[in-house]
Structures are given as structure tokens and as C-alpha cells.
């Protein structure tokens, strides 16, 4: 029990900025950090459904409701996702060979590339939030924890590119159980949310499940296997593709 709580600690304080107590102990008391990653963003849906109720509240203008949206979810992760989904960016449009973008994704600076694709990701984010129906909200949210869900899937069933670095650390460490865990969550979610938001949940889902299959592809032809980087550009991409989704419901409801 005592390495579950652990786990628990050490989920939140890697992937947020929330401040949480030190824990120490050996390799197998974080087994299971990976498989509460999507707690994290738990924390975040709490947070946002918060800043929903409090602009609601005091009839703030919907632009600052965007912007919260987004400030929110990069100042309690800290951006540490942005990070790998810019460094994704430089090491793709380099068109190098996979040793050459393998080096890029391990180079500390920012290339001009990744400013620009981070710039055009940024405005499609808002955008696709500017679009998107009121009352879709709450259920738009839920991409925070199905991305982390699909992401922690990810790093134990995918293939790393390295045989260091974090993504190794995780799988040489990670419990078994963990990929078990991460499905019960992910069938938890999957069956709440059509309960709540109603059956179009199943698209934004659907459209998740194809880019996670994609995503395994497209990491094995560039870096041949995933990264740290990797994982967080797919968790960005990913709530991309949920914004996306959100946005086209929203725009068709007024056709029908």
C-alpha cells in the first residue's frame, strides 16, 4: 500500500507543478507512477470546470475563458509537454535521418521551427476553442484525461527509441500491472462521459484511438521508437484532435 501511495506522489509531482511531499525509496516503490499520470489530469479537469464556474460566475468576457483554458493547463503542468511536442516540431522538419533527429530531440535550444509550427499549434488551439459551443465545455475537458490515459498506454506498450532516458527508466521500472490499470481507467472514462455528454462522445474517443495508432507508426519510421519528446507531443496532439472534434460538432449543430 505503501508503494501505491508513492506512485501516486511521485505521478503528481514529475508531470505537474502541484506541490506535493518528497517521497524516497527504491526502483520498485514508483512501479505504478506511470498508471496514475492520468490523475493529473483529473486535477486539471477539476481546475478547469472551476475557471468555467468562476467566469460564468462573474460574466467575464469568453476570450479571457479561452485564454484561462490554455493558461491553466500549461502552468500546472508546467509545460513540460509543450517542451517535448516544440522539440517533436524542430527534429521533424529538420528531414534528417533518425540519428539526426534523435540528436535534435537531445539539444537544450530551440530551433526556429519550432517557434513557428508551436505558433501555428497555438492559434489552431484557439481557434478551435472560439468555436466551440458553451455547453460542449465540460465534456471538451475530458481530453485532458484521455490524453494522459492513451499517453501512459503508450509508454508502456510502444517501443522506446533509446535504451536511456526517461521512456527506458519507466518501462525497465513500470509494474505490469500498469497497462491493466490504465484501460480500467480508460473503459471508467469511456462509459462516465457517454453517461454524462451523451453518445458524440464516442467520436473525439474514436478519432484519438486512430491518431494513437498513427502515432506508433509515424514515432517508429522517424526516431525508430518513442521519447520523452514524443510522449508529450502525442498528449498535445491529442487534445488538438479533441478541440477539433468539439469544434466541427459544434459548427454542424448548426446546420441540423
Known amino acids: 500500500m505503501l508503494d501505491i501511495i508513492k506512485s501516486f506522489i511521485a ?3 514529475t508531470y505537474s507543478k502541484i506541490p506535493m511531499p518528497n517521497v524516497n525509496g527504491e526502483e520498485k516503490s514508483f512501479r505504478f507512477t506511470i498508471a496514475f499520470f492520468p490523475f493529473v489530469g483529473v486535477i486539471i479537469y477539476g481546475l478547469l470546470y472551476l475557471w468555467m464556474f468562476i467566469t460564468n460566475k462573474f460574466e467575464f468576457d469568453r476570450v479571457v475563458f479561452l485564454l484561462g483554458i490554455m493558461i491553466i493547463i500549461v502552468m500546472t503542468t508546467g509545460g513540460i509537454h509543450v517542451d517535448g511536442l516544440m522539440d517533436v516540431f524542430d527534429a521533424k522538419c529538420s528531414y534528417g535521418d533518425t540519428k539526426k533527429k534523435l540528436e535534435i530531440l537531445k539539444d537544450p535550444h530551440i530551433g526556429a521551427f519550432s517557434v513557428i509550427k508551436l505558433l501555428e499549434y497555438v492559434g489552431v488551439f484557439f481557434a478551435g476553442l472560439l468555436l466551440i459551443k458553451e455547453e460542449y465545455m465540460p465534456a471538451l475537458f475530458l481530453m485532458v484525461i484521455f490524453s494522459r490515459i492513451l499517453s501512459g498506454l503508450s509508454v508502456c506498450l510502444f517501443n522506446g527509441a533509446k535504451e536511456s532516458g526517461m521512456i527506458a527508466y519507466i518501462k525497465r521500472t513500470a509494474s505490469k ?3 491493466p490499470f490504465l484501460c480500467i481507467q480508460f473503459l471508467i472514462a469511456l462509459v462516465t462521459c457517454i453517461l454524462f455528454f451523451g453518445i458524440r ?4 474517443v ?4 486512430i491518431y494513437f495508432g498513427y502515432y506508433k507508426y509515424r514515432t517508429n519510421k522517424d526516431f525508430g521508437g518513442i521519447t520523452g519528446d514524443t510522449s508529450g507531443y502525442f498528449l498535445c496532439m491529442t487534445e488538438l484532435i479533441w478541440i477539433l472534434v468539439f469544434a466541427v460538432l459544434s459548427v454542424v449543430s448548426k446546420w441540423i
Open 11 to 13: 505521478a503528481i509531482s
Open 177 to 179: 500491472g500498469c497497462v
Open 201 to 204: 462522445m464516442l467520436i473525439p
Open 206 to 209: 474514436f478519432a484519438s484511438a
